[in-house]
């Protein structure tokens, strides 16, 4: 009955806010009200279905707990705004080599790297993707005739062919330059193999992957801290092994980032976690300053560093206000990926993580067990977006990927995963991928219609 039974009050008062909610009948006697008295939002006339609203009364603590991560990630990019004097004046357009730029780019960087714990950091709108930013980064640190270790099993899909695992076609994959590939597959509990990454690192091993996040994988996405055990392990073999973490995804999960507990680079997208679902595009480097250099010559040229580049428009606003929204969008993006695994493991599905699991990543997957479960939870999201509702999303091939692929994204920014958005690789063991959503209670209608259609 919420809405129904509530009276503005026409005055307002001291208490202005409070009192705007207080129901009608106890407007003529106002000391009536009980101490305790609280609005039920989640009642028969409720929005939500049955399932989300259970789900949503179990999930209190949790959300409370998120909302004090939003809070504590909120004061630090304060803190790092007004270290770099963010002024509107940064928000400036530039063009052509970008010469001109008014200040923004050098005040997006520091801000960027204080808050991720860098030494440097170079945040583009140039990188289109987070492949495209791993990429450079992996290409800054590796030469011929050096091997690159992936320490958390098979790395994203789209970085088969970055590296060569996959035929590149001779389009220039670090397998094509020279680069040996190896793997250290997963521990059985989906883990990382400590015993095996402990004697895993070879001479000619000159850099390790993480990756932070689960991708397409069933597997457990990694804390910082067990970044950080993983790094030590690492550079006790070899010091001069470098770290590289694919960090999409990971972004305002937790109160540190890998930066901090050793990596020497990290990298990933604005669509996802930093752009705050405002970033039309870009993405980022962060770590140390000799190696972000290194990743800006690939990016541009050797010789060109990190002080040019345009970036016409409004995009620069985009940035920083997107990085603003980011603790705040994450933390409505987790609540949303709790409450997925909260209704869809009471209707029997598998889920990672598990409701209650400590969350190092924006991603939920569900096992939904079939081709054809998996297209109509893809379908039924689709229908509930904001845009493109109307369509259809249908597997096909998409560039990166060997499988096919669905993707349901009614999405403002075309592919935005910081929006409520889900896919699937079409394999075994048809598993949706759910992440982002800039409010969980859009996740908590989406999930009606999921209900409804399965
Ligand atoms: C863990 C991980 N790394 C990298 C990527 C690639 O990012 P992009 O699609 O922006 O290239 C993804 C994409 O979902 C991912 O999940």
Redesign the pocket.
């Known amino acids: 009955m919420w809405g129904l039974s509530f009276s503005i009050l026409s005055h307002p008062s001291p208490n202005f806010t409070a009192s705007l909610l207080v129901p009608a009948a106890t407007l003529r006697s106002r000391t009536s009200l009980p101490l305790n008295f609280h609005p039920k939002p989640y009642t028969s006339d409720t929005p939500f279905s049955p399932e989300v609203v259970r789900a949503v009364d179990s999930l209190q603590y949790e959300f409370r707990a998120v909302d004090d991560l939003v809070a504590r990630n909120s004061a630090k990019v304060l803190k790092a705004f007004q270290n770099v004097r963010l002024g509107s004046h940064h928000f400036g357009g530039s063009t052509g080599y970008g010469h001109d730029e008014a200040g923004g780019r050098e005040a997006l960087d520091n801000a960027f790297a204080e808050i991720v714990g860098a030494e440097s950091a170079m945040v583009r709108s140039q990188f289109f993707?987070?492949?495209?930013a791993?990429t450079c980064a992996l290409f800054a640190l590796l030469r011929p005739g050096d091997e690159l270790l992936a320490v958390a099993g098979a790395?994203?899909d789209?970085?088969e062919e970055v590296i060569g695992k996959r035929d590149s076609q001779g389009l220039g994959s670090l397998k094509d330059f020279g680069v040996e590939y190896r793997e250290v597959p997963l521990a059985e509990d989906g883990g990382l193999d400590w015993e095996e990454l402990a004697r895993a690192l070879k001479p000619q091993t000159k850099c390790a992957l993480i990756?932070?996040?689960?991708?397409?994988s069933w597997r457990r996405s990694l804390s910082v801290d067990e970044i950080g055990k993983a790094i030590r392990l690492i550079k006790m073999q070899n010091p001069d092994c470098l770290v590289m973490v694919?960090n999409?995804?990971g972004e305002f999960v937790e109160t540190t980032e890998p930066p901090t507990v050793g990596a020497d680079l990290i990298a990933g997208?604005l669509?996802?976690n930093p752009g705050g679902t405002l970033a039309p595009c870009g993405?980022y480097i962060a770590g140390r300053a000799k190696w972000v250099k290194a990743a800006a010559a690939r990016l541009s040229a050797p010789g060109l560093g990190v002080d040019s580049g345009s970036t016409p428009g409004d995009i620069m606003r985009t940035f920083f206000q997107g990085l603003f929204l980011s603790p705040q969008m994450v933390g409505e993006a987790v609540k949303g990926m709790i409450l997925i695994a909260e209704v869809m493991q009471s209707k029997g599905y598998k889920v990672q993580p598990l409701p209650r699991a400590p969350r190092h990543d924006t991603?939920q997957a569900v096992q939904l067990g079939s081709r054809e479960v998996l297209l109509a939870f893809c379908e039924a999201v689709q229908r509930s977006s904001p845009v493109a509702s109307f369509t259809k999303p249908v597997p096909g091939t998409t560039p990166?990927y060997a499988s096919e692929v669905i993707f349901a994204d009614g999405t403002f920014i075309d592919?935005s995963?910081s929006e409520l958005s889900c896919d699937g690789p079409l394999r075994e063991p048809f598993a949706v991928f759910c992440q982002g959503g800039s409010h969980w209670t859009q996740w908590g209608l989406v999930l009606g219609e999921v209900l409804k259609s399965l």
């Open positions: 993707s987070g492949t495209h791993i790395p994203y789209t970085l990756q932070r996040s689960c991708g397409y694919d999409c995804y997208s669509i996802k993405g991603v990166g592919g995963t």
